[in-house]
């Protein structure tokens, strides 16, 4: 195998950062192409709501784990890391470079460090029972089954929690997940906007989705039989938003707690991100160029 398709590029950061702008512009650079690492854009149908990039954006350049699975079902994080795996052995093949890029520290987490997942199937029975459940009545529940996971889970995200309990609940507590390591140099970049830029880029981003149709897709979603609570377990834009279509919030409320929310989020993926030492925290597209060259063919980078 040839030295290059060793090699991965990452590009995280909170969401608003411009992750999916840099990762084309850096796969135009280097014969890249692209793996998505974001836990609802992996949903087909979730495209306004979820910020997934459209094929204008693309620039011609291919993209892996978008709209791989039906939003009516569950889709785990091991189902990410295969697929994953599987798209950047294929790109390396092809002798190119894989950029992984995306908001979702675990499912980065899965494919770089190669986590072993724990095996349990999901549980319908329990999970119909944790679904009417709030955020925090979850956190709650999974402290005290498992308080070494609940000291380490993202508390406000639903999902995790509920696979953390149904985890805990079959092995008596969420197993470490060490594993073996992506075979590859890896090279990770970190988009780090300081807080006002971000709140502004944030509040834009959120104007400009509602005009472009972002109600009407969550619409569309409950149209095709899409549950309530299935919405709101998506989080975020379509947790408000189905909030809203239901009469339980005004369209002010839902847009200045959205707005609130999605800052929060915004935070608590710095917070993820910057336990990782490797990533290197860089905004200036020139210093990024020179680092990805010297990465990808060993020239010195000017800085």
Request: positive net charge; contains cysteine.
């Amino acid at each position: 195998m040839a030295e290059i398709e060793k090699k991965l590029i990452v590009i995280v950061g909170p969401t608003a950062s411009g992750k999916s702008d840099l990762a084309v512009v850096v796969a135009k650079w280097f014969n890249g192409e692209i793996v998505s690492a974001d836990s609802r854009q992996v949903y087909r149908g979730l495209n306004i709501g979820s910020g997934k990039i459209t094929k204008r954006e693309m620039k011609g350049i291919p993209h892996y784990l978008l709209d791989v699975a039906n939003p009516k079902r569950t889709f785990s994080v091991a189902q990410y890391q295969k697929l994953a795996n599987k798209a950047i052995r294929d790109i390396w093949k092809r002798g190119k470079v894989p950029i992984l890029t995306g908001g979702t520290g675990f499912y980065i987490q899965a494919v770089v460090d190669g986590l072993a997942l724990p095996s349990v199937p999901p549980n319908p029975l329990l999970r119909r029972e944790l679904a009417s459940k709030s955020p925090a009545e979850l956190f709650k529940l999974l402290k005290q089954l498992d308080p070494t996971r609940a000291r380490k889970i993202d508390q406000y995200n639903p999902r995790r929690l509920i696979r953390a309990i149904e985890v805990a609940t079959a092995l008596g507590r969420v197993p470490d997940l060490p594993g073996t390591p992506l075979d590859a140099k890896i090279l990770m970049i970190g988009l780090k906007p300081n807080q006002v830029t971000l709140k502004g880029k944030i509040k834009r981003r959120l104007m400009a989705r509602i005009k472009q149709g972002m109600l009407a897709e969550v619409k569309r979603l409950r149209a095709n039989d899409l549950a309530w609570q299935r919405l709101e377990n998506f989080g975020l834009e379509y947790r408000y938003l189905a909030q809203y279509l239901q009469g339980k919030l005004s369209r002010a409320e839902m847009v200045k707690q959205l707005e609130s929310a999605i800052y929060h989020y915004a935070k608590r993926q710095l917070t993820w991100f910057r336990r990782d030492k490797r990533i290197i925290w860089i905004n200036n597209k020139q210093k990024i160029f020179n680092l990805c060259r010297q990465f990808l063919t060993s020239t010195p980078a000017k800085f």
